[in-house]
């Protein structure tokens, strides 16, 4: 499932977190604001996104926690700071436990964004 994104547009994108051992959806019940980020590669700095929106509009929301689906909602001046290329990395962090113990899950979308430059 490739993530396509042209600079410089909106773009809305949906992602389901399943769980390697079993294939199962990953629970997302309960996850706050700062459980959940994605990382992606910017030209100059790599774009962090939360459930808290950022400055503009940027933001995960969890549209089915027992089915482990995020979806992503992001802005034109942000689409527009992303690393061109094909075939970029995504990462997405979950924190989910009580702390200071917070069980830490790391998945990654190797090879699955795909961000193009405007042609005009």
Do not use: R, W
């Not at 773009?11 to 079993?22: A, C, G, N, R, Y």
């Not at 992606?40 to 689906?69: Q, R, Y």
């Not at 917070?102 to 193009?116: K, M, Y």
């Amino acid at each position: 499932m490739a993530v396509n994104i042209i600079k410089g547009s909106d773009k809305e994108f949906t992602l389901k977190i399943v769980k390697k051992s079993t294939g199962d959806p990953y629970d997302l019940t309960g996850l706050s604001a700062t459980d959940i980020v994605l990382k992606m590669h910017g030209e100059n700095a790599d774009l962090s996104i939360s459930m808290t929106p950022n400055a503009n509009g940027t933001a995960l929301t969890v549209p089915s926690a027992l089915g482990g689906k995020i979806s992503v909602s992001m802005s034109d001046v942000d689409t527009a700071l992303l690393k061109a290329g094909d075939g970029l990395n995504m990462e997405l962090t979950i924190k989910a436990g009580a702390g200071p113990d917070f069980d830490i899950s790391i998945v990654q979308f190797n090879g699955e964004l795909n961000v193009l430059s405007q042609l005009f």
